[in-house]
């Protein structure tokens, strides 16, 4: 469900986007973060807690953080109103809500273990954990990656989309065009519910975020002596593994 856009939210996160001085105009997150486990045993990350906390707003501060800790040491202290507003919290220079970022920022710490906070230092400083939310310190990925464009943010889609549109778009952004991913396997690869997986789909598909084409793949041992799949693929602007210089190899979750 789209939200309502909160005082400043627009023009703080273009001031964000543009201090992050990322030249890729993108976010690297590991797909740990939605996908753990192997190739051959997938499990849920840590963004299938965040979805059953129906935790929105983490996930927001989350990729948020990302995008400004673009830099070693990894952290990114501001102040706490600069973050209500990009969060859409704040309705006045008088009332910004800043207190709700700091028990934002403790879930991602103490329940999603993602970020580690200074308590004593002011300004909040928060410094990057893994993404796959094991508690060791961050790296800069190299490899098993997805990248989130700055479209997300500057065409609203972080307003716009609800939990489940969200998750299945960061499903998708691991992804090469044309993925199938079967329902049947929803809840064990990801951890989210088919109810989840199908209205973000629905959702992805209605902003016009995403396609879906029907597929057939020879299987002799069915009646009409195929298999019949959709095809999923993201609109060129939003799918950043087509974009010069992506290295991120995905760690498949289909057999």
């Not at 004593?120 to 993404?131: F, I, P, Q």
């Not at 972080?158 to 998750?167: A, D, E, I, N, Y």
């Amino acid at each position: 469900m789209e939200r309502t856009l909160g005082f400043g939210e627009n023009e703080t996160i273009a001031a964000m986007l543009a201090a992050s001085k990322r030249p890729s105009r993108t976010v690297a997150v590991r797909n740990s973060f939605v996908q753990g486990g192997t190739k051959g045993s997938p499990a849920p990350g840590p963004i299938a807690a965040m979805v059953k906390a129906h935790d929105r707003q983490g996930l927001d501060l989350f990729l948020l953080h990302r995008l400004m800790a673009s830099a070693e040491p990894w952290d990114a202290g501001k102040d706490a109103g600069v973050w209500s507003r990009a969060l859409g919290l704040a309705e006045s220079d008088q009332l910004m809500h800043a207190e709700r970022v700091s028990r934002i920022f403790r879930r991602l710490d103490e329940s999603y273990h993602l970020v580690t906070r200074d308590k004593a230092r002011r300004n909040g400083k928060v410094t990057s954990l893994c993404e796959d939310g094991e508690g060791k310190p961050y790296t800069s990925p190299t490899k098993h990656y997805f990248r989130v464009p700055f479209e997300y943010w500057e065409e609203e889609w972080h307003r716009k989309l609800s939990m489940p549109g969200k998750v299945v778009l960061l499903i998708a952004l691991t992804q090469k065009p044309g993925f199938v991913i079967p329902s049947t396997q929803v809840k064990s690869w990801y951890g989210i519910s088919d109810d989840t997986w199908a209205n973000g789909i629905g959702e992805l598909m209605r902003a016009q975020l995403l396609t879906g084409n029907r597929g057939k793949e020879r299987n002799w041992m069915k009646g009409r002596a195929f298999n019949y799949d959709i095809e999923y693929s993201l609109v060129s602007r939003i799918d950043t593994r087509s974009r010069p210089g992506f290295q991120g190899r995905r760690k498949p979750a289909t057999p």
